[in-house]
């Protein structure tokens, strides 16, 4: 079993839709959590960190819940620009562990 | 600041060369980290660094050595290429107590 599981996508979505995804890790030793954005053929970019208590950043809502070892990401209002790969993310402390991507498409 | 350069951008190369794929960093961050990335497996971990002479192996370490001399040099080493190493190579960094790690650009490498 991967130490970082996703949904496997890939969603399609209309302009304006909100889309939710979802992650599981099975290290209960993982320090810290974060969602990447990865554009095509491009390097991964930090979205933002994944904290217990949620964090907002502008459309995006991310949540971290540490006793079922889940993580998601909440996308209100999509945008056209939003289309990319959304890579969910574990720290170990000393490197980065990346599930596989889930892809999102939006169209107008 | 240039943030984190890797070079060649592109590399063809034949089974059996050596090459070093070069990384470097001009923010003094202590973390270094090098990554392949193969289409539906995600970025796999080669190798890390926590700081100049220390490396340790991540989850496919296998035909690939690392030495971390200076702060900001982090190059990989292909031993003997073969077919399977082809992918794009990512390194990554960051200061000691960063959320984020900073990527470069990536090296796309073929072996033929």
């Known amino acids: 079993r991967k130490e970082v599981e996703q949904d496997p996508g890939p969603f399609n979505v209309p302009e304006g839709a909100t889309v939710a995804f979802n992650c599981t890790y099975s290290n209960s030793a993982s320090q810290s959590f974060f969602w990447y954005r990865q554009d095509c053929r491009k390097e991964p970019k930090l979205l933002m960190s994944?904290?217990?208590s949620g964090n907002e950043d502008g459309r995006f809502t991310a949540q971290l819940n540490r006793a079922s070892q889940y993580i998601s990401l909440l996308i209100r209002d999509s945008k056209l620009s939003d289309s990319a790969t959304y890579l969910c993310v574990v720290n170990r402390g000393t490197a980065l562990i990346f599930g596989k991507g889930t892809t999102l498409s939006v169209s107008s | 600041n240039a943030g984190v350069t890797q070079t060649p951008k592109f590399q063809v190369l034949k089974t059996g060369q050596s090459m070093t794929l070069q990384c470097a960093q001009d923010?003094?961050?202590?973390?270094m980290s090098w990554y392949r990335q193969d289409p539906g497996m995600g970025l796999r971990l080669i190798h890390y660094s926590v700081g100049a002479g220390i490396t340790d192996q991540g989850e496919v370490p296998n035909g690939y050595n690392v030495s971390r001399s200076t702060t900001e040099d982090f190059p990989l080493r292909l031993l003997s290429a073969a077919p399977s190493q082809t992918s794009v190579y990512f390194c990554?960094?960051?200061?000691?107590?960063?959320?984020?790690?900073?990527f470069g650009s990536g090296t796309r490498l073929t072996v033929v």
């Open positions: 990554a960094s960051k200061v000691q107590g960063a959320h984020g790690y900073t």
């Open positions: 994944v904290y217990s």
């Open positions: 923010m003094n961050h202590e973390y």
